[in-house]
């Protein structure tokens, strides 16, 4: 059974750092895309980044050079790395997982290319 636990969300101010952490198991690590999302209230849920299992990553553009996704594949675990955050940072950030040829080019950060989600992290950015 594939499950995804998503920890590390948290509340902090304007121009910090958080780091969540999604561990994954039921799977082989390295053969499935895993992203993280996020949905703030009122919004629909979009994606933020993308690791592919040979490493490729994939990034929201308001996102690019503040946030660094990573894996430990000994741990089975992704991470997210979130520097400057802004207030409009503020969401749930979700992890999704879906076997690598299953999704299609161009569609890594598009939701309806996951089966596999996990329950969710809230970030908090306070101006």
């Known amino acids: 059974e594939v499950q995804l636990v998503e920890s590390g969300g948290g509340l902090v101010q304007a121009g910090g750092s958080l780091r969540p952490s999604c561990a994954a198991s039921?799977?082989?690590?390295?053969?499935?895309?895993i992203a993280w999302f996020r949905q703030a209230p009122g919004k629909e849920r979009e994606g933020v980044s993308c690791i592919s299992g040979d490493g490729t990553t994939y990034y929201k553009d308001s996102v690019k050079g503040r946030f660094t996704i990573s894996s430990d594949n000994a741990k089975l675990t992704v991470y997210l790395q979130m520097n400057t955050l802004k207030p409009e940072d503020t969401a749930v950030y979700y992890c999704?997982?879906?076997?690598?040829?299953?999704?299609?080019?161009?569609?890594?950060?598009?939701?309806?290319?996951?089966?596999?989600w996990g329950q969710g992290t809230q970030v908090t950015v306070s101006a």
């Open positions: 999704a997982a879906e076997r690598i040829g299953k999704i299609l080019g161009g569609w890594e950060l598009q939701q309806a290319a996951y089966d596999y």
């Open positions: 039921g799977f082989a690590f390295d053969t499935y895309a």
